[in-house]
T-cell receptor, first 116, second 115 residues
């Protein structure tokens, strides 16, 4: 939507194909990661999360992969549908978990366009 | 169930005017967050509350910005005086769990335009 960056990376996929959205995170100490979906004119919506002690987590039609060695996160969407068209944000918790503080830092986002 | 409710959805004001944005979190949620989204900077955390107490306001850009949470069901973000560079979409979000591990529920946002 018009609320996000003009220079967002854009991924165009054919309906029914699989989508892979990538994200590089910044802090090697981050222990929790989330993917959010933001449709035009709406707030971000939680999709799936993963803790740093995991490499992979699956949800309904979505899979998140975490590679801590290279600080990379990916979101895979199976059988992409027109309703998946949105901006997708990865977010990392860079706060000090033990101290109870919180700092969820969002990436700039990737715009996914699904071609019918 | 009602989600996070924000008002107004849109506001257009002139530079120097006071702006007040309002948020009603999901009932029972102990954490409330204010985020700002712009084209240039993406989503930025401004401040968050736990049990109505401000915990971290390091993201508040300057003294013109203030936020309050007088009770568990209401929060305000105030900008006084407003400036054109404050134009953005302001999101409120709430959470019922440890925010280090839990999901945030976002409202629909308040789009602010300062002329």
């Amino acid at each position: 939507g018009e609320s996000v960056g003009l220079h967002l990376p854009t991924l165009s996929v054919q309906e029914g194909d699989n989508s892979i959205i990538n994200c590089a995170y910044s802090n090697s100490a981050s222990d929790y990661f989330i993917w959010y979906k933001q449709e035009s004119g709406k707030g971000p919506q939680f999709i799936i999360d993963i803790r740093s002690n995991m490499d992979k987590r699956q949800g309904q039609r979505v899979t998140v992969l975490l590679n801590k060695t290279v600080k990379h996160l990916s979101l895979q969407i199976a059988a992409t549908q027109p309703g998946d068209s949105a901006v997708y944000f990865c977010a990392e918790n860079t706060g000090q978990s033990g101290a109870g503080s919180y700092q969820l830092t969002f990436g700039k986002g990737t715009k996914l366009s699904v071609i019918p | 169930d009602a989600g996070v409710i924000q008002s107004p959805r849109h506001e257009v004001t002139e530079m120097g005017q006071e702006v007040t944005l309002r948020c009603k979190p999901i009932s029972g949620h102990d954490y409330l967050f204010w985020y700002r989204q712009t084209m240039m900077r993406g989503l930025e955390l401004l401040i968050y509350f736990n049990n109505n107490v401000p915990i971290d306001d390091s993201g508040m850009p300057e003294d013109r910005f203030s936020a309050k949470m007088p009770n568990a069901s209401f929060s305000t973000l105030k900008i006084q005086p407003s400036e054109p560079r404050d134009s953005a979409v302001y999101f409120c979000a709430s959470s019922d769990t440890n925010p280090n591990t839990g999901e945030l529920f976002f409202g629909e946002g308040s789009r602010l335009t300062v002329l």
